[in-house]
């Protein structure tokens, strides 16, 4: 199977903190994991693409500084997000991609993390 | 600008009913197109298309990329109210992005 996780599953915060956010691949190398956020009734957005070892490259619009992106592993990228406000709150979906290097290497997503902030 | 458009945004059917949902796309670099559903939760997985005219089945759920055309189609048949989900296209361009389109919401009746 092909089974990424995320944590936490939900969470609360209050305005001006930071909320860190975990994905996992469980069972498989992912040289590169992609975070997506999805407002209600839309469909998932690109924030950017993470590579193991080396810099995120985000998508135009989201802001860098904000979004912190660190894929320290070939199993394991985080996303903080730094002085959440309210416009933050959201679905962060992370997915991940199995290095085979085969033609039919997909993304497999994980379960997603709800964020809100007071 | 690449776009991935899904017809129709939202379809209500009975169950048993045979439903057929549409996505066409305009990318610069195409590699493959994938299908996903989605419920409460993040997508899971149905199909991923690279060749055109090569229909992928599982169950009761079918899909078929036209490359020349540049659309996929998604069939459901014997439609089951455990099949009332968005359901999302995606299309993979080379250098790993993958560009979704809005979905297309079904609500199966019983």
């Known amino acids: 199977g092909a089974v990424v996780s995320q944590h936490p599953s939900w969470v609360i915060c209050k305005s001006g903190t930071s909320v860190k956010i975990e994905c996992r691949s469980l069972?498989?190398?992912?040289?590169?994991m992609f975070w997506y956020r999805q407002f209600p009734k839309q469909s998932l957005m690109l924030m950017a693409t993470?590579?193991?070892?080396?810099?995120?490259?985000?998508e135009q619009g989201v802001e860098k500084d904000k979004f912190l992106i660190n894929h320290a592993s070939l199993t394991l990228s985080t996303l903080t997000v730094t002085s959440a406000h309210p416009e933050d709150s959201s679905f962060y979906i992370c997915?991940?991609?199995?290095?085979?290097?085969?033609?039919?290497?997909?993304?497999?997503f994980g379960p997603g993390t709800r964020l809100t902030v007071l | 600008e690449d776009k991935v458009v899904q017809s129709p945004l939202s379809l209500v059917v009975h169950e048993g009913d045979t439903v057929t949902l549409n996505c066409s796309y305009e990318?610069?670099?195409?590699?493959?197109l994938l299908w996903y559903k989605q419920e409460k939760k993040a997508p899971t997985f149905l199909f991923m298309l690279t060749s055109s005219g090569i229909e992928k089945k599982s169950g009761r759920l079918s899909s078929i990329l036209d490359k020349k055309e540049l659309f996929s189609i998604l069939n459901i048949t014997a439609t089951q109210t455990g099949d009332s989900a968005v359901y999302l296209c995606a299309v993979w361009e080379y250098g790993n992005k993958l560009v979704f389109g809005a979905g297309t919401i079904l609500r199966v009746k019983s």
């Open positions: 990318v610069t670099n195409f590699r493959s």
């Open positions: 997915s991940a991609r199995r290095s085979s290097g085969a033609s039919t290497d997909t993304q497999y």
């Open positions: 069972d498989f190398q992912a040289t590169t």
């Open positions: 993470s590579n193991e070892g080396s810099k995120a490259t985000y």
